[in-house]
């Protein structure tokens, strides 16, 4: 099973707003992930968690705060975003060992009016 | 400075007419070369794992290769489900993938 689900699949948020993703996966994986995916433009890098530790911070704006409560579960805590904000969130995940294939979850399509 | 370029942008191939795509990458220190698949709307989904020059892969219809410079992937006799956009991507230091902006490839019936 290589499964990563998210949470929820669409969401419409005010710059205003304050808004959270959620990412889970139960395969034993120690490596979590979120991309940033523009339409017709391939997924970006924001963070890496390895060991729910951050290891990887793409310069990323602090409007856009990840935690990692536990090695299943990665939040993207939204805050006071901007429309050119709006894409698909993308949580992948994997083991930690060298070069390991990232499994990618549905994503969830943000809209930030 | 790390690239990853695909060619063509786009392609449109009648069903079973075989073709390649391919995925040219400049890095520093290949670790290793990763082929996903997208549907529209959806994750990538993976397809292939690549880590040095001479190693091929299979599976049903796709066929990757990879050398020091490119990689391909083969279709033969493409199906109407095979359309999508096909995704390169090289690993750039542990865990940190970057990719390609893609294939977008229609299979017509």
């Known amino acids: 099973d290589t499964e990563v689900t998210q949470t929820p699949k669409h969401l419409v948020m005010g710059m205003t707003n304050k808004k959270s993703l959620k990412c889970e996966q139960h395969?034993?994986?120690?490596?979590m992930y979120w991309y940033k995916q523009k339409a017709k433009k391939p997924p970006e890098l924001m963070f890496v968690y390895s060991y729910e530790k951050l290891s990887i911070n793409e310069s990323v704006p602090s409007r856009f705060s990840p935690e990692c409560p536990n090695s299943s579960l990665l939040n993207l805590h939204l805050h006071a975003l901007q429309p050119e904000d709006s894409a698909l969130y993308l949580c992948a995940s994997s083991y930690y060992s060298g070069t390991d294939t990232q499994y990618f979850g549905p994503g969830t399509r943000l809209t930030v009016l | 400075e790390d690239q990853v370029t695909q060619s063509p942008e786009a392609l449109r191939l009648q069903e079973g007419e075989s073709s390649s795509l391919n995925c040219s990458y400049t890095v520093s220190g290949l670790r290793g070369l990763f082929w996903y698949r997208q549907d529209p709307g959806k994750g990538p989904e993976f397809l292939f794992t690549l880590y040095s020059a001479g190693e091929e892969k299979e599976k049903e219809r796709l066929k990757a290769t990879l050398t020091k410079k490119e990689s391909f992937l083969h279709i033969t006799a493409p199906k109407p489900e095979d359309s999508a956009t096909y995704l390169c991507?090289?690993?750039?230091?542990?865990?940190?993938?970057?990719f390609g902006t893609g294939t977008r490839l229609t299979v017509i019936p």
């Open positions: 991507a090289v690993e750039r230091g542990a865990n940190n993938l970057f």
């Open positions: 395969m034993g994986h120690r490596a």
